[in-house]
């Protein structure tokens, strides 16, 4: 990468965080500039000061990343305005591009519940989004919790969700996030595609024949397979 646009990346620290993003901004417009900054897979701004102005204007540079595969803003102190514009440009950028991020990285930060709203918001849509980091957002609690949960109801691509240090301290929530999150690692997204081959059943089993509690959703979404289930014990 240009060392000096590598400098613009990773040395954003100070209290004028939005100033110097903006100016990260202004080199999208030197095109050979432009060339590196969409190539770039990794963007690390952890500890770089980064409040909801600087998430605010780094939001605007999001669309022009368009290989980015991992976003680490840990220890920033960005609150429920920096993400949702965050995650409001990321939602519209993965409805008309193929944007490939796989890791999100929000541990250490200022999020509560309206950035939780934000973020379950992009989760219903999220098509490659597989780790997602929130320790230590004190302001989350049992109610942006909930708005997560909300959202993996739906979305089978999360497969990690870090929220220890994030005040929910409620059993049945946390053991429900678990459970969609076990579902999604057992293969929850291939089992709801329009083209599900029962020949994938006996792998899928094997997956979770020591979970019964996935074993029932599966069966109990696809009654079908009970038949291939007993197939495979024979």
């Keep these: 990468v240009d060392k000096d646009l590598d400098g613009s990346l990773n040395d954003l620290s100070g209290h004028s965080d939005s100033a110097n993003i903006s100016a990260f901004l202004a080199s999208l417009s030197i095109n050979e500039k432009a060339s590196i900054v969409s190539s770039l897979q990794i963007l690390d701004l952890r500890n770089n000061g980064i409040s909801n102005l600087g998430a605010v204007a780094l939001a605007e540079a999001l669309p022009h990343v368009q ?9 920033n102190s960005i609150g ?3 993400i949702c514009a965050i995650t409001t440009k990321l939602k519209h950028t993965q409805q008309y591009s193929n944007c490939p991020l796989e890791r999100l990285d929000l541990s250490c930060n200022q999020i509560g519940k309206e950035g939780c709203i934000g973020l379950g918001e992009f989760l219903q849509t999220n098509r490659s989004v ?10 989350i609690g049992l109610n942006g919790s909930r708005q997560l949960l909300t959202a993996l109801a739906t979305n089978d691509v999360l497969q990690d ?6 005040s929910c301290s409620h059993p049945p929530t946390r053991e429900r996030l678990e ?3 076990r579902l999604n690692r057992a293969g929850r997204k291939i089992f709801r595609t329009h083209n599900w081959m029962t020949s994938l059943w006996p792998s899928l089993l094997g997956r979770i024949s020591e979970e019964p509690d996935l074993l029932w959703y599966f069966l109990r979404e696809q009654p079908d ?7 495979h014990r024979d």
Excluded: I, R
Aim: glycine share 8%; proline share 0%; aromatic share 10%.
């Design 80 to 82: 429920d305005e920096g």
């Design 161 to 166: 969700l870090h929220l220890e240090g994030s």
């Design 179 to 181: 459970y969609f999150l």
């Design 67 to 75: 290989k980015l595969k991992e976003l680490n803003l840990s220890y």
């Design 225 to 231: 397979l009970v038949q291939h289930a007993g197939e």
């Design 130 to 139: 597989a780790h997602l980091n929130l320790f230590c957002n004190l302001n």
